[in-house]
């Protein structure tokens, strides 16, 4: 009997993999693909797909792997990996449902995991008010960016509502939700863990590629914060993903989970730190500090202290000059004074000025904001005395797209977060793997949003991938962490 139903979930998984397949390869022909990247296309969606079918936590795995470097990969617009990847996973997670059937004696009942909701009532549900704000001011984005490539399709309202909206929410909840469901049906979760160390090598490997190709010197490379251009994300968006991996990897190290986790976790940290130190941003630095303080302040053991305070001497004599200048960039007297000078502001280069410039937009709308992405048709943009398309400043991206009450959303959704990550990393029915990994997201969340002052995008996107990883097996114990310790033990 077990082995017919293997036959046929095997068959099932054949049929969509042929059927998802004759659709990659209908649409790559429709857009005109020539015949060999239409068999490479075809081949590349055909082979994950039946294990995916199967079982759809290959898929989760896969989008861990791919969402942060999603902007590296190669794709035709509407043919992504990750528009294949949710949609497989999606169809793999029905399917073992339906495999399910309803519960029995001989099978209990298996719940899905519902994203809790005030991720929908915090996040999702302002971010579609911002979106109908902004919907009659999106072309004007064509006028005010001149120099943008493409500029009538990329403000084209359809397409900015897909890739500003539609997208990142796709994606990220998706993988969210299927994280949080497939740690669910695991007899291991905290193996998921090993997942997000294999998530930090291709951004770390990328890196070190792109420096060690660079043309011109390492200070020259200091200066050039578009070094990263190349790879799809700016340097200081490489420097937030890896910090976002900081937490988690270091309170693993610490050895609460076991002698396999903390190799694990300092192996990919040797990989994790340099990398970050490549990218010069002085954010991300910032980001990854907080988390090790966190980290020594729940370690305080002298010991520990000594043994840190060794490696980051250590660190700090062999790091080469141009690191070292770069990263006390602004450290010095008067430099809060010159911020209010761009061309002598080393200190935020430049960031203050453009908050002085977009703040005053805040009161057009101060309740609900002037749509999502309102710094495109900013006054001073359209004067032409901003230049960016964001404030560098979340803070001050939410206040200007979502209003005082997207802002208090957004305070409320976060506290939430780390209200519930500090329960679950103190759960004793919790592996101490988890535990250490949920302590250290909470201090990675700290730290990334001391970072949200100085960086942009307050949307889902693919620098933020370490941070869904963890709001994924957040929410797999979501309920559990709102009751207290006994409750959740029984």
């Known amino acids: 009997m ?76 509407g043919l992504n990996p990750a528009n294949y990847l949710v949609l497989a996973s999606w169809l793999g997670f029905a399917a073992q449902r339906w ?129 990263m251009a190349p790879r799809g994300m700016h340097a200081n968006e490489f420097g937030l993903l890896l910090a976002l991996l900081c937490g988690p990897l270091l309170f693993l190290a610490g050895g609460a989970g076991g002698g396999r986790w903390r ?62 200048e770069r990263f006390a960039t602004g450290l010095r007297a008067g430099a809060l004074a010159d911020t209010q000078r761009v061309d002598r502001d080393e200190l935020t280069a430049g960031r203050v000025n453009g908050w002085m410039l977009l703040a005053p937009e805040v009161l057009d709308s101060p309740w609900i904001g002037r749509g999502l992405g309102s710094t495109q048709w900013s006054s001073a943009v359209a004067a032409g005395r901003y230049k960016a398309n964001h404030p560098h400043n979340i803070y001050l991206e939410v206040l200007m797209d979502l209003g005082l009450l997207g802002l208090a959303a957004m305070v409320l959704l976060h506290a939430q977060y780390l209200r519930r990550l500090r329960r679950l990393a103190g759960d004793e029915t919790l592996s101490p793997a988890l535990r250490s990994f949920f302590r250290g997201a909470r201090w990675s969340l700290w730290g990334g949003l001391a970072m949200a002052a100085t960086t942009a995008f307050y949307m889902p996107n693919p620098a933020q991938a370490p941070w869904w990883f963890c709001l994924g097996l957040l929410f797999a114990y979501w309920g559990q962490a709102a009751m207290p310790a006994r409750a959740a033990a029984r």
């Open 263 to 324: 190799v694990l976790a300092l192996c990919t940290l040797a990989l994790v730190v340099p990398a970050l130190l490549l990218t010069f941003s002085r954010g991300g630095l910032l980001a990854a500090l907080i988390a090790f303080v966190g980290f020594l302040w729940h370690e305080r053991r002298l010991k520990t202290l000594l043994l840190s305070a060794a490696l980051a001497g250590l660190a700090l004599l062999a790091s080469p000059e141009e690191l070292q």
């Open 99 to 227: 495999r399910l059937g309803p519960p029995g004696p001989a099978q209990p009942s298996r719940p899905v995991v519902p994203l809790p909701a005030p991720l929908w009532l915090c996040f999702a549900l302002p971010a579609a008010v911002g979106m109908v704000v902004a919907w009659p001011h999106i072309g004007e984005g064509v006028r005010n960016y001149p120099a943008v490539v493409d500029a009538v399709r990329e403000f084209h309202p359809p397409t900015y509502l897909v890739d500003r909206f539609v997208k990142p929410l796709l994606y990220f909840f998706s993988f969210a939700f299927l994280l949080a469901n497939a740690v669910r049906d695991s007899r291991h979760p905290e193996r998921f863990i090993a997942v997000l160390a294999m998530s930090a090598v291709a951004p770390a490997l990328a890196v070190f590629w792109t420096v060690a190709q660079y043309p011109g010197s390492l200070a020259e490379l200091a200066r050039d914060r578009e070094f």
């Open 2 to 77: 077990i082995g017919m139903q293997e036959t046929s979930s095997g068959r099932q998984a054949l049929a969509w993999s042929l059927l998802m397949a004759a659709v990659a390869l209908g649409a790559g022909a429709a857009l005109g693909l020539a015949p060999p990247a239409l068999v490479l296309l075809g081949l590349a969606v055909l082979a994950p797909l039946p294990f995916i079918l199967n079982d759809y936590r290959v898929g989760v795995v896969l989008l861990a792997l791919v969402l942060p470097v999603l902007p590296m990969l190669p794709s035709v617009r």
